[in-house]
């Protein structure tokens, strides 16, 4: 069984940063690539980044291209996040997820299949 175990969250002042990190439990985090979603209050849960499992690929969504940096390191089987200039729309639980096939580089939740269970971001205005 897979363990994922986010950290990092937090409140921050627009304008700020955080880094998030997912440390997952297992011997073959290094052949999976990974991915970062999150879910706002009253909305549905989206993408964010995603990573491939050597880091070669990673992709962002829109919203967050430019400001944040997803990464990785596999000596330590740990995901990070790395958010700037955080805006208070980016407010939401930031979830850590693994997908079914190793090299699946996806935007969609359906092919994740396991999950962390979440760390709170809030930004003020």
């Known amino acids: 069984q897979v363990q994922l175990v986010e950290s990092g969250g937090g409140l921050v002042q627009a304008g700020g940063s955080l880094r998030l990190s997912c440390a997952s439990s297992g011997r073959s985090f290094g052949i999976y690539a990974m991915g970062w979603f999150r879910q706002a209050p009253g909305k549905e849960r989206e993408f964010v980044a995603n990573?491939?499992?050597?880091?070669?690929?990673?992709g962002y969504a829109d919203s967050v291209k430019d400001r944040f940096t997803i990464s990785r390191d596999n000596a330590k089987n740990t995901l990070y996040l790395q958010m700037n200039s955080l805006k208070p729309e980016d407010t939401a639980v930031y979830y850590c997820a693994r997908p079914s096939i190793p090299w699946q580089l996806s935007d969609l939740q359906y092919d994740y299949e396991y999950w962390g269970q979440g760390t709170q971001v809030t930004v003020s205005s």
């Open positions: 990573i491939g499992a050597t880091a070669g690929n990673t």
